[in-house]
């Protein structure tokens, strides 16, 4: 099971960008079928994910992302990014990311994202 770190958070103005770095302590697509996604939870509402992205390359986003965020990995540095663009106030949440390499699931600890109006 790998430890995930994220980073990256912090507080931005509406329309600004952030980027977002999971790093793992293991190798990363190492099966077509792997998936390494991030996902986000305001207060009082539930976690929902925000991108995905398998070991073939396929993309999953959420429709209130969509054209704004890009989900991309190094494998070589065994790191997913998330690059933010446009952000939204409705955007401010706390990120967490997620790995479901072979039949382990690891998450990590979060970043705070707030978006300023």
């Known amino acids: 099971q790998v430890q995930l770190v994220e980073s990256g958070g912090g507080l931005v103005q509406s329309g600004g960008s952030l980027r977002l770095s999971c790093a793992a302590s293991g190798s990363i697509f190492i099966f077509r079928t792997d998936v390494m996604g991030w996902y986000r939870q305001a207060p009082g509402k539930q976690r929902e994910l925000v991108a995905a992205?398998?070991?073939?390359?396929?993309?999953n986003y959420a429709d209130s992302v969509k054209g704004r965020f890009t989900i991309s990995s190094d494998n070589a540095k065994r790191t997913v990014y998330l690059q933010m663009n446009s952000l939204k106030p409705e955007d401010t949440a706390m990120y967490y990311c997620?790995?479901?390499?072979?039949?382990?699931?690891?998450w990590g600890q979060g970043t705070q994202v707030t978006v300023s109006s």
């Open positions: 992205m398998t070991g073939s390359g396929s993309t």
């Open positions: 997620n790995a479901q390499l072979g039949r382990a699931a690891s």
